[in-house]
T-cell receptor
Framework: EDKVVQSPLSLVVHEGDTVTLNCSYE??????LLWYKQEKKAPTFLFML????IEKKSGRLSSILDKKELSSILNITATQTGDSAIYLC??????????FGKGTRLSVIA | GAGVSQTPSNKVTEKGKYVELRCDPI?????LYWYRQSLGQGPEFLIY????????DSGLPNDRFFAVRPEGSVSTLKIQRTERGDSAVYLC?????????????FGPGTRLTVL
């Protein structure tokens, strides 16, 4: 059975700190790994990482895929209170739908 | 343009009742997905439509759950004889090109509470 594990489950930091969120997976026929940000209810897409695109960056957010270690990290630098959210990792494999981890709840305090 | 919309935003019902949750995808999106997210968990896949047909319904937990998409646009998730364990946020997502999950857009969800 495909599995996605995120750590830590929750994290509290101060504004300006840098955070690293972790995602590890066990799937057959890996195709891609996705990161989403969930505030309130709707997850919003951040990054997709594949074998041909193992590093992505957008502003203060960046993500790296380590296919050897079957894991990914999401980095957020100079955190702001607006970064407070649940960050979800999901993996797509073969013809199966997305499998999500439980998420990391990030709280950034002023 | 409008995003994915879901109605109602909140639904409170009693155990044993029937409920319908509606999803209106982005216009022109052929793929539509339903997920269920319980408290403290990530979204869990329920069913995927390609056009009018259910391409994958392997995530539906039991035969009390059913979904339709008769005209290939709006979809309705139907839950019969609701149980307290059905309480969750039900998320819908749509994508223009199925299989390319970077284009999967989520709606705001329906929070279902079964008393």
């Amino acid at each position: 059975e495909d599995k996605v594990v995120q750590s830590p489950l929750s994290l509290v930091v101060h504004e300006g700190d840098t955070v690293t969120l972790n995602c590890s997976y066990e799937v057959t026929n890996f195709r891609s790994l996705l990161w989403y940000k969930q505030e309130k209810k709707a997850p919003t897409f951040l990054f997709m990482l594949t074998s041909s695109g193992i590093e992505k960056k957008s502003g203060r957010l960046s993500s790296i895929l380590d296919k050897k270690e079957l894991s990914s990290i999401l980095n957020i630098t100079a955190t702001q209170t607006g970064d407070s959210a649940i960050y979800l990792c999901a993996v797509e494999s073969g013809n199966t739908p997305l499998v999500f981890g439980k998420g990391t709840r990030l709280s950034v305090i002023a | 343009g409008a995003g994915v919309s879901q109605t109602p935003s909140n639904k409170v019902t009693e155990k044993g009742k029937y409920v319908e949750l509606r999803c209106d995808p982005i216009s022109g999106h052929t793929a539509l997905y339903w997920y269920r997210q319980s408290l403290g968990q990530g979204p869990e896949f329920l069913i995927y439509f390609q056009g009018t047909g259910a391409a994958d319904d392997s995530g539906l937990p039991n035969d009390r759950f059913f979904a339709v998409r008769p005209e290939g646009s709006v979809s309705t998730l139907k839950i019969q004889r609701t149980e307290r364990g059905d309480s969750a946020v039900y998320l819908c997502a749509s994508s223009l090109t199925p299989g390319r999950t970077d284009t999967q857009y989520f709606g705001p969800g329906t929070r279902l509470t079964v008393l």
